[in-house]
Protein backbone atom coordinates (compact mmCIF):
# COMPACT_ATOMS: atom_id res chain seq x y z
CA UNK A 1 0.00 0.00 0.00
CA UNK A 2 1.05 3.52 -0.68
CA UNK A 3 1.84 6.08 1.81
CA UNK A 4 3.52 9.25 2.71
CA UNK A 5 5.26 10.55 6.00
CA UNK A 6 4.98 14.19 6.48
CA UNK A 7 8.16 15.03 9.35
CA UNK A 8 6.99 18.29 11.14
CA UNK A 9 3.03 19.21 11.60
CA UNK A 10 4.16 22.80 11.53
CA UNK A 11 7.62 24.46 10.56
CA UNK A 12 8.57 28.21 11.46
CA UNK A 13 11.15 29.89 9.37
CA UNK A 14 11.93 33.89 8.96
CA UNK A 15 11.18 35.37 5.93
CA UNK A 16 14.37 35.04 3.23
CA UNK A 17 15.52 31.98 4.84
CA UNK A 18 15.25 28.27 3.33
CA UNK A 19 12.27 26.20 3.40
CA UNK A 20 12.52 22.68 3.61
CA UNK A 21 9.63 20.71 4.17
CA UNK A 22 10.45 16.70 4.81
CA UNK A 23 8.16 13.97 3.11
CA UNK A 24 9.65 10.43 2.69
CA UNK A 25 7.25 7.94 0.75
CA UNK A 26 6.38 3.90 0.81
CA UNK A 27 5.40 2.60 -2.84
CA UNK A 28 5.50 -0.83 -4.10
CA UNK A 29 6.45 0.31 -7.33
CA UNK A 30 7.82 3.67 -8.79
CA UNK A 31 5.45 6.52 -7.42
CA UNK A 32 4.10 9.35 -8.52
CA UNK A 33 4.96 12.32 -6.05
CA UNK A 34 2.97 15.54 -5.68
CA UNK A 35 3.57 18.39 -3.50
CA UNK A 36 -0.35 20.36 -3.19
CA UNK A 37 -0.40 23.78 -1.35
CA UNK A 38 -3.79 24.82 1.01
CA UNK A 39 -3.99 28.81 1.57
CA UNK A 40 -6.54 29.25 4.25
CA UNK A 41 -10.28 29.29 3.03
CA UNK A 42 -8.85 27.61 -0.43
CA UNK A 43 -8.76 24.17 -2.50
CA UNK A 44 -5.43 22.30 -2.67
CA UNK A 45 -3.53 23.33 -5.61
CA UNK A 46 -0.67 21.46 -7.28
CA UNK A 47 2.75 22.93 -6.33
CA UNK A 48 4.93 20.45 -8.68
CA UNK A 49 5.11 16.70 -9.30
CA UNK A 50 7.32 13.79 -10.25
CA UNK A 51 6.28 11.32 -12.83
CA UNK A 52 9.73 10.19 -14.27
CA UNK A 53 12.59 11.22 -16.04
CA UNK A 54 14.42 14.21 -14.08
CA UNK A 55 14.90 13.85 -10.11
CA UNK A 56 14.26 17.44 -9.62
CA UNK A 57 11.43 18.73 -9.98
CA UNK A 58 10.29 22.67 -10.15
CA UNK A 59 7.28 24.22 -9.51
CA UNK A 60 5.36 27.49 -8.97
CA UNK A 61 6.66 30.24 -6.47
CA UNK A 62 10.38 29.46 -7.00
CA UNK A 63 9.56 25.71 -4.87
CA UNK A 64 11.36 22.71 -5.89
CA UNK A 65 11.81 19.38 -4.68
CA UNK A 66 14.34 16.71 -5.61
CA UNK A 67 12.90 12.71 -5.64
CA UNK A 68 15.41 10.52 -3.59
CA UNK A 69 14.99 6.67 -4.36
CA UNK A 70 17.50 5.75 -2.14
CA UNK A 71 16.31 7.78 0.33
CA UNK A 72 11.84 7.41 -0.57
CA UNK A 73 12.10 10.71 0.09
CA UNK A 74 10.92 13.26 -1.39
CA UNK A 75 11.67 17.04 -0.09
CA UNK A 76 10.03 20.40 -0.26
CA UNK A 77 12.47 23.34 -0.62
CA UNK A 78 12.25 27.43 -1.36
CA UNK A 79 16.06 29.46 -1.01
CA UNK A 80 14.15 32.45 0.20
CA UNK A 81 10.55 32.24 1.88
CA UNK A 82 8.34 34.51 1.66
CA UNK A 83 5.42 35.86 3.93
CA UNK A 84 3.01 34.69 0.87
CA UNK A 85 4.24 31.63 1.22
CA UNK A 86 2.54 30.89 4.65
CA UNK A 87 -0.08 27.92 4.16
CA UNK A 88 -0.16 24.10 4.63
CA UNK A 89 1.65 21.99 2.15
CA UNK A 90 0.33 18.59 1.15
CA UNK A 91 3.09 15.43 -0.26
CA UNK A 92 1.14 12.73 -1.54
CA UNK A 93 1.66 9.78 -3.70
CA UNK A 94 0.19 7.53 -6.55
CA UNK A 95 1.13 4.84 -8.30
CA UNK A 96 1.49 4.45 -12.43
CA UNK A 97 -1.99 2.79 -13.76
CA UNK A 98 -3.59 3.64 -10.15
CA UNK A 99 -5.79 6.35 -9.42
CA UNK A 100 -6.15 7.09 -6.11
CA UNK A 101 -3.83 9.77 -4.50
CA UNK A 102 -2.67 9.61 -1.07
CA UNK A 103 -1.95 12.36 0.98
CA UNK A 104 0.48 13.24 4.00
CA UNK A 105 -1.10 15.07 6.85
CA UNK A 106 0.23 18.07 6.14
CA UNK A 107 2.79 21.01 6.94
CA UNK A 108 1.99 24.35 7.93
CA UNK A 109 3.97 26.99 7.11
CA UNK A 110 4.75 29.79 9.49
CA UNK A 111 6.60 32.74 7.69
CA UNK A 112 8.21 35.21 10.65
CA UNK A 113 8.74 38.94 9.51
CA UNK B 1 -12.65 27.22 -16.81
CA UNK B 2 -15.04 27.88 -13.88
CA UNK B 3 -12.71 25.06 -11.70
CA UNK B 4 -14.54 22.43 -9.59
CA UNK B 5 -17.73 23.93 -7.72
CA UNK B 6 -19.16 23.00 -4.17
CA UNK B 7 -22.11 23.43 -2.63
CA UNK B 8 -23.21 24.54 0.06
CA UNK B 9 -20.23 25.46 1.38
CA UNK B 10 -21.43 25.17 4.87
CA UNK B 11 -23.99 22.96 6.39
CA UNK B 12 -24.95 22.48 10.19
CA UNK B 13 -26.91 19.83 11.08
CA UNK B 14 -28.46 17.40 13.96
CA UNK B 15 -27.29 14.07 14.47
CA UNK B 16 -29.71 11.74 12.58
CA UNK B 17 -30.55 14.15 10.10
CA UNK B 18 -29.68 13.43 6.09
CA UNK B 19 -27.15 15.93 4.36
CA UNK B 20 -26.43 15.87 0.51
CA UNK B 21 -22.86 17.67 -0.82
CA UNK B 22 -23.17 18.20 -4.59
CA UNK B 23 -19.80 18.40 -6.90
CA UNK B 24 -19.73 20.25 -10.33
CA UNK B 25 -16.16 18.92 -11.85
CA UNK B 26 -14.13 20.89 -14.46
CA UNK B 27 -16.67 20.13 -17.71
CA UNK B 28 -13.61 17.89 -19.66
CA UNK B 29 -12.64 16.13 -16.62
CA UNK B 30 -13.58 12.31 -16.69
CA UNK B 31 -12.48 11.67 -13.19
CA UNK B 32 -14.01 13.08 -10.13
CA UNK B 33 -12.88 11.78 -6.31
CA UNK B 34 -14.26 12.67 -2.59
CA UNK B 35 -11.79 13.25 0.06
CA UNK B 36 -12.59 14.18 3.47
CA UNK B 37 -10.55 15.98 5.64
CA UNK B 38 -10.03 16.37 9.49
CA UNK B 39 -8.75 18.79 11.71
CA UNK B 40 -4.72 18.05 11.87
CA UNK B 41 -4.94 15.42 9.07
CA UNK B 42 -4.49 15.39 5.32
CA UNK B 43 -7.38 14.23 3.03
CA UNK B 44 -8.40 10.79 3.29
CA UNK B 45 -9.55 9.12 0.17
CA UNK B 46 -13.32 8.53 0.24
CA UNK B 47 -14.46 7.44 -3.29
CA UNK B 48 -13.50 7.85 -7.03
CA UNK B 49 -15.48 7.83 -10.46
CA UNK B 50 -14.44 7.43 -13.76
CA UNK B 51 -17.58 8.75 -15.71
CA UNK B 52 -20.55 7.67 -14.22
CA UNK B 53 -18.82 4.41 -13.43
CA UNK B 54 -18.11 4.03 -8.99
CA UNK B 55 -14.65 2.12 -9.37
CA UNK B 56 -13.55 2.35 -6.20
CA UNK B 57 -14.74 2.70 -2.02
CA UNK B 58 -12.96 3.39 0.39
CA UNK B 59 -13.16 1.17 3.69
CA UNK B 60 -13.92 4.82 5.41
CA UNK B 61 -17.54 4.95 3.36
CA UNK B 62 -19.72 3.24 5.79
CA UNK B 63 -22.86 2.16 4.33
CA UNK B 64 -24.17 5.64 5.33
CA UNK B 65 -22.73 7.21 2.67
CA UNK B 66 -23.40 7.20 -0.74
CA UNK B 67 -22.03 8.66 -3.88
CA UNK B 68 -23.51 9.00 -7.60
CA UNK B 69 -22.79 10.20 -10.81
CA UNK B 70 -25.36 9.91 -12.67
CA UNK B 71 -24.09 11.00 -16.14
CA UNK B 72 -20.85 11.44 -15.57
CA UNK B 73 -20.73 14.80 -15.01
CA UNK B 74 -21.69 16.42 -11.86
CA UNK B 75 -21.46 13.85 -8.40
CA UNK B 76 -23.79 14.00 -5.22
CA UNK B 77 -22.25 12.66 -1.71
CA UNK B 78 -25.17 11.67 0.77
CA UNK B 79 -24.49 10.65 3.86
CA UNK B 80 -27.76 9.40 6.18
CA UNK B 81 -28.18 9.62 10.17
CA UNK B 82 -25.01 11.99 10.71
CA UNK B 83 -23.13 11.38 13.42
CA UNK B 84 -21.28 13.68 15.28
CA UNK B 85 -17.97 12.15 13.71
CA UNK B 86 -19.24 12.98 10.26
CA UNK B 87 -18.27 16.11 10.79
CA UNK B 88 -15.51 17.51 8.25
CA UNK B 89 -14.73 19.05 5.44
CA UNK B 90 -15.22 17.20 2.72
CA UNK B 91 -13.79 18.05 -1.14
CA UNK B 92 -14.23 16.94 -4.16
CA UNK B 93 -11.50 16.75 -6.98
CA UNK B 94 -11.75 15.89 -10.97
CA UNK B 95 -9.16 14.81 -13.33
CA UNK B 96 -8.49 14.42 -16.89
CA UNK B 97 -8.45 10.56 -18.17
CA UNK B 98 -4.89 11.08 -19.29
CA UNK B 99 -3.39 12.89 -16.72
CA UNK B 100 -0.47 11.22 -13.61
CA UNK B 101 -2.43 11.68 -10.64
CA UNK B 102 -2.62 15.54 -10.95
CA UNK B 103 -6.05 16.23 -9.10
CA UNK B 104 -8.09 19.80 -9.44
CA UNK B 105 -9.97 20.53 -6.09
CA UNK B 106 -12.80 22.95 -4.84
CA UNK B 107 -12.88 24.52 -2.25
CA UNK B 108 -14.81 22.03 -0.36
CA UNK B 109 -17.66 21.79 2.14
CA UNK B 110 -17.41 21.78 5.78
CA UNK B 111 -19.99 19.72 7.59
CA UNK B 112 -20.83 20.08 11.05
CA UNK B 113 -22.75 17.75 13.24
CA UNK B 114 -24.27 18.90 16.24
Known amino acids: AQSVTQLGSHVSVSEGALVLLRCNYSSSVPPYLFWYVQYPNQGLQLLLKYTTGATLVKGINGFEAEFKKSETSFHLTKPSAHMSDAAEYFC???????????FGIGTKLQVIP | DTGVSQNPRHKITKRGQNVTFRCDPI?????LYWYRQTLGQGPEFLTYFQNEAQLEKSRLLSDRFSAERPKGSFSTLEIQRTEQGDSAMYLC????????????FGEGSRLTVL
Open chain 2, 93 to 104: ASSLGTSTGELF
Open chain 2, 27 to 31: SEHNR
Open chain 1, 92 to 102: AVSEEGYQKVT
